[in-house]
């Protein structure tokens, strides 16, 4: 029995039924089984219908992968799981507000970097800016690391979003 | 009253009457109140009161599962709810379909610490299949019907419905179960016919085939138990049963191996171990089944039909996935198997079945009943030959070592007969558990087999026996030792018994006769038929207590830690394969 043992980061998209206590039943079957949370993002995406959009991103190896979907798809109030890993081609964006204090040639130097990375600034004071900056995590990772020297005092981040390439929709795939 | 307009109340009495519901296990309370209104001024469903909520659930889950049906549960807010949670996750564990309405605080006071009040959804989420908390007196009739159908649906499990006490005295409009359809959940019935072929042509070559089965041919009805028959006789192909799969192949069949696991046969277990195509229906590779997983069934291709997808690939990787309704795959397999007249390889057969009556020959049940103590596995024996042929019996126990004494020396013919707590392991299951079966089936011959720990885990039950007139018989093993505790404490400690003695017994005997119930004692191997007799013979609910010998062990055992290859046949084993440290830790 061969056994796979590498771990690997999977983007899960999740459309649910929006009702009380959805999210804690997905974060719930996380923590009971012992699976990863990396990131978790939700929000309504249909008020008719009344769904909303849980996007995680989890590691584990092939087995466990296969067997977070499964356990995702079990869930009564769950209508569809996609793997945007391995489904197909996917892309991922994540936004973060990053506020930055300081003075002088460090503030300028945010300032600078700022622009390179293409985050905006949202708010400004004399010796503080708020950034926000959108784009994958790799990238928002990076802009973190280079602000932490130049003043970091806090950041917020949304988790990351996802969705396929192409024309398909999450929902159009219902099994 | 015009449209429909209906006190939330009176929504749930018409839609449990909907649903066809007749019996209902309870216990009533505060939040409660206006649902027992409803229900006193009613005749087509029956309240059964039980004594604590924890034995509601249990009795419930007998009910359900020697009928089919979905059981019923109806407790209060707070301490009736939490009450209820043991019971809730046995149902999970062992995909028994429940409805538990629990009562709750009116909605404005949700999340106030008013009295009685507990996050009963939050507390429940985990260990029911879905929860439910009906804000809207409009929601409930939807909600009660869904409720029943994720309950029984796929694979079955308990679903909780909390009705806050607002909500069942507003008024608001009865939704009949037609008119309710859920968008999302809809478990797959029917297996991928692809798979099923590959998994008829793997079976069809196998040179040592086996068919491993469980608790889904139970949960998926009769017919996939006659379905399972069928193919298992015209492949001639060995089948063994988990725990919880017990009575879906008759045990008197030739072909059937015993029970496998931690405490199935010698040869059951060998075969798994040495098989080269293993057939799994409607079981899940549980811990204690495979033993050591590494070295679990090392040569074999497994196919594996399961109607939980996350079954598949759990704990053992398969080769043949087949994800649907075990009746309906069985079905189809059958069909495929006569129409590509599969010729298995008789010759390789024929080497199967010597090597397995091998294995047999060990006869890795056997004990010696000589002296003045009774050996338990002899008063099971017994218990079973002064049964087997009565037309209906239904046997229930707790949780231990007479659980798997009962296990091991009582043959089930027929599905929904055989009710344990087999996933969580629950002490305290077995009567009420019995409760809800004879409720279910009144002329029924229904046996609690017991441990003298175990039983006082719910005696209070006896109380309910006693007011419905429930002819329970609780047949006790009394060995004044929790004995598996015992029997892991000389395996593991050192035989350091701690705790596991049960000091101050009640009089057995005595405390059956203060229930309005009949005491019988037996001390004596040759007392042992005539007391059963008596037992047997007596209308009402009795209480039997077996005297048995204190130290006797339960055999054959993979010791925790160990493939399901190296088995502990008797005492004279345990000095040879010591357990190791990483298997201590085990369970």
């Not at chain 1, 590498?6 to 997905?26: C, K, M, Q, S, W």
């Not at chain 1, 309504?44 to 590691?59: A, G, P």
């Not at chain 2, 590959?198 to 086996?210: D, E, G, R, T």
């Amino acid at each position: 029995m061969p056994v796979e043992e590498t771990i690997n980061f999977h983007t899960i998209a999740v459309l649910v039924d929006n009702e009380p206590g959805v999210l804690a039943r997905v974060i719930g079957l996380f923590s009971g089984r012992g699976y990863n949370i990396e990131s978790l993002t939700v929000a309504e995406i249909s008020h008719d219908e009344n769904l909303s959009r849980i996007t995680i991103v989890t590691s584990g190896t092939p087995m466990i992968i296969a067997q977070i979907k499964a356990q995702l798809e079990r869930l009564i109030p769950v209508h569809k799981v996609s793997d945007l890993t391995i489904d197909g081609p996917s892309v991922e964006r994540e936004l973060a507000l990053v506020k930055v204090s300081g003075t002088g040639e460090k503030r300028v130097e945010s300032l600078r970097i700022a622009d390179i990375f293409r985050a905006r600034v949202l708010d400004s004071t004399n010796e503080s800016f708020v950034f926000e900056i959108i784009g994958d995590t790799g990238k928002l990772n990076a802009f973190v690391d280079l602000m932490k020297p130049l003043g970091l005092v806090d950041v917020s981040r949304t988790g990351v979003v996802a969705i396929a390439r192409g024309v398909g929709s999450l929902e159009d795939e219902k099994n | 009253m015009a449209d429909n307009q209906m006190q939330g109340s009176e929504i749930l009495m018409q839609a449990l009457k909907d649903q066809g519901v007749t019996k209902i296990f309870g216990y009533p309370g505060g939040a409660v109140l206006p649902l027992y209104d409803a229900m006193h001024q009613q005749n087509a469903i029956q309240h059964i009161l039980v004594r604590q909520e924890g034995g509601a659930v249990h009795a419930a889950e007998g009910y359900a599962r020697s009928t089919g049906k979905v059981g019923v549960v109806l407790v209060t807010s707070g301490p009736g709810a939490t009450n209820a949670v043991t019971g809730l996750t046995d149902a999970l564990m062992d995909s028994i379909p429940l409805v538990c309405i629990t009562g709750q605080v009116p909605t404005h006071l949700i999340g106030n610490d008013a009295f009685q009040e507990a996050d009963t959804t939050g507390i429940t989420r985990p260990c029911t299949k879905h929860n439910y908390l009906v804000k809207d007196v409009n929601d409930l009739a939807r909600v009660i019907h869904e409720a029943f159908y994720v309950a029984a649906s796929g694979r079955p499990g308990p679903v909780v419905i909390d009705l806050p006490k607002d909500v069942s005295m507003g008024f608001g409009t009865y939704l009949p179960p037609e008119k309710v359809k859920r968008k999302s959940y809809a478990p797959r019935l029917k297996g991928d016919p692809k798979e099923i072929k590959k998994a008829v042509a793997l079976m069809a070559k196998a040179k040592k085939p086996i068919f491993y089965c469980g608790g889904g041919i139970i949960n998926s009805g009769p017919k996939a138990s006659e379905l399972l028959t069928t193919l298992v006789r015209s492949t001639g192909y060995p089948c063994t049963l988990t725990l919880m799969g017990l009575g879906a192949y008759p045990a008197s069949d030739p072909q059937f191996l015993g029970m496998l696991g931690m405490h199935g046969t010698y040869e059951a277990n060998l075969a798994m171990h040495e098989c080269d195509v293993m057939v799994c229906v409607g079981a899940r590779f549980d811990d204690r089944i495979t033993g050591l997983l590494s070295e679990f069934s090392p040569n074999s291709k497994k196919i594996h039909i399961d109607i939980d997808p996350s079954s598949i690939n759990k704990n053992v990787t398969v080769d043949v996935p087949i994800v649907g309704d075990v009746g309906q795959v069985l079905e189809d397999m059958i069909k495929v198997w006569e129409t590509s007249r599969a010729k298995p390889d008789q010759k390789a057969l024929k080497a199967w079945w010597k090597q397995i009556d091998e294995w047999r020959a060990k006869d890795c049940l056997k004990f010696v009943q000589k002296g003045k103590v009774i050996k338990p596995q002899y008063a099971i024996q017994r218990l079973y030959e002064a049964t087997k042929n009565l037309d209906d019996v239904f046997i229930t126990t707790e949780v231990g070592q007479h659980q798997m004494w009962a296990a091991q020396f009582y043959g089930f013919e027929k599905p929904n007969h055989w009710l344990t707590s087999g996933g969580l392991g629950t002490m305290g299951y077995g009567m009420p558990a019995a409760l809800g079966v004879q409720v279910a089936h009144p002329d029924a011959l229904v046996i609690d087999i017991a441990g003298e720990s175990s039983i006082l885990m719910n005696i209070q039950e006896m109380s309910t026996i006693s007011q419905y007139r429930l002819p329970v018989k609780v047949f006790i093993l009394n060995n004044l030792y929790m004995g598996m505790i015992r029997q892991w404490q000389e395996l593991l400690h050192g035989g350091r018994y701690a705790e596991c003695y049960m000091d101050s017994l009640p009089d057995f005997q005595m405390l059956a006769e203060s229930f309005g119930a009949v005491g019988l004692k037996c001390e004596k191997p040759e007392d042992l038929d005539g007391m059963i007799d008596e037992m047997l013979k007596t209308d009402n609910a009795v209480i039997a207590d077996v005297r048995v010998d204190p130290m006797e062990n339960c055999f054959p055992m993979i010791p925790s830690g160990n493939a399901h290859n190296v088995m502990l046949l008797g005492p004279e084993d345990e000095a040879d394969k010591p357990i190791s440290e990483e298997g201590m830790v085990l369970v």
